[in-house]
């Protein structure tokens, strides 16, 4: 396994050569991320929400308040951590991420949420698990975005990563566009554990969470 000092070490090198420029405006960056100051600060944010599924919640809810789905039905995870709302630029970041390859987005998305879960001083996981892709979707696609997101969070926050313990046996369609119930039925059955990861408290780690169905199944 490498080291991390070498990647730190290398990741200096390369932003000395190319300094980290805005994805966004094309500004300068700031804090060694490729957003400027404003568009970093512009990011939508996701303060004011369920405290168990993340749902953004209206501002009249007092903080702290679970949403009505969670109250009618806690989800099997204990807490989810969204650093975003899925609005304003997001869509941007994470579609070319997702689906053009833009892997130096991957790696700014991974960058963000990891400050996001250092600024909230949640309780770190042992382990986490990127949400695996099937086989052919991964062929197709060359990389697993959920994986590098969490590679860049891993190496950020020291966690280690785990992704051979869950495989995707069913090649299903998107989740776009499905209501709840769909979403359930279109993932149910589609993930393996091949065996447990072996600690009490691990994450599981997607690029987008809208109803949480996947990890439902």
């Given amino acids: 396994m490498t080291h991390p000092r070498f990647w730190k070490t290398t990741e200096r090198l ?16 700031q804090s060694g991320l490729d957003l400027c100051a404003p568009c970093l600060a512009d990011l939508p944010r996701n303060r004011h929400c369920c405290r168990r599924c993340a ?29 975003f709302r899925y609005e304003g630029p997001l869509p ?3 579609g070319g991420a997702k689906f053009r390859a833009r892997l130096n987005l991957a790696r700014l998305l991974g960058q963000c949420l990891a400050h996001a879960l250092r600024e909230s001083g949640a309780e770190l996981p042992a382990l986490i698990v990127p949400v695996p892709l099937h086989a052919q979707r991964l062929r197709e696609r060359g990389y697993n975005q959920a994986f590098e997101l969490a590679r860049i969070i891993g190496r950020e926050r020291s966690i280690p990563v785990d992704s051979r313990s869950c495989i995707r046996v069913s090649a299903t369609p ?3 566009g ?19 990861p072996g600690v009490e408290r691990g994450a599981i780690l997607d690029d987008v969470v809208t109803t949480g169905s996947t990890v439902w199944s």
């Fill in 55 to 83: 749902l953004p919640l209206l501002a009249a809810l007092p903080p702290g308040a679970l949403c009505g789905e969670c109250q009618r039905r806690l989800p099997p995870y204990a807490v989810c951590h969204a650093a």
């Fill in 178 to 196: 499905l209501a709840r119930k769909e979403r359930r039925r279109n993932v149910r059955g589609a993930f393996c554990v091949l065996h447990p």
């Fill in 174 to 176: 998107p989740q776009a």
């Fill in 92 to 94: 941007i970041l994470v």
């Fill in 14 to 29: 390369l932003r000395g050569l190319y300094p980290p420029t805005c994805v966004l405006c094309g500004a300068q960056g």
